[in-house]
C-alpha cells in the first residue's frame, strides 16, 4: 500500500500544481478582459433584458429614488438611490463580472452612475438612459 501511494503522491501533487496555475490563469484572463462600458438605446436594452431572462448574471439597476422607483420600474430592476450618501459603496459591494443595465428618469443619474462604474471597475456595463425614453417606446414596465 505505502509503494502505492509513493507512486501516486508526485502524480498528485503535479495536478494540484497545474490545477493551481489554471485558476491563476483564469482569474487573470478575467482581469485583463477590456471593459465594455457604453451607452445604449431603449430598444438595445430591451433585446438585451429579453434575451438574458433566465441569466442571474445580468442585473438591471434603476437610480431613482425609492419613490420614482415605487410609482413605476422595469420588471426584476434593483433599486440603488443615486442620491443616497451610501451609493458608491452599494455600486461597490456588487459583483464587478455581472452584466449590468442601469437605468434612471432622463438619463443624467444614470450616465454619471456608468461613469462611476468605469472608475469602479466594472467589466460590463450599459446605461439606456431614462425610463422616459422607454415608457415613450412602449415598453413594459411594473406599478
Aim: aromatic share 8%; charged share 25%; with cysteine.
Amino acid at each position: 500500500m505505502k509503494k502505492i501511494s509513493l507512486i501516486f503522491l508526485p502524480l498528485i501533487l503535479t495536478l494540484l500544481f497545474f490545477n493551481q496555475g489554471y485558476a491563476e490563469n483564469d482569474e487573470k484572463e478575467s482581469k485583463n478582459q477590456p471593459q465594455i462600458i457604453k451607452d445604449i438605446t431603449v430598444e438595445e436594452a430591451h433585446t438585451i433584458i429579453q434575451n438574458n431572462e433566465n441569466n442571474s448574471n445580468l442585473v438591471i439597476i434603476d437610480v431613482r429614488t425609492p419613490e420614482e422607483y415605487n410609482q413605476e420600474h422595469i420588471d426584476n430592476a434593483s433599486n440603488i438611490d443615486f442620491y443616497s450618501d451610501a451609493f458608491k459603496e452599494e455600486l461597490n459591494k456588487l459583483d464587478k463580472t455581472k452584466t449590468y443595465v442601469i437605468h434612471c428618469r432622463s438619463g443624467g443619474r444614470s450616465s454619471q452612475t456608468l461613469d462611476l462604474m468605469r472608475e469602479l471597475g466594472f467589466r460590463e456595463v450599459y446605461n439606456m438612459g431614462g425610463i422616459i425614453q422607454w415608457k415613450e417606446k412602449g415598453l413594459p414596465t411594473i406599478k
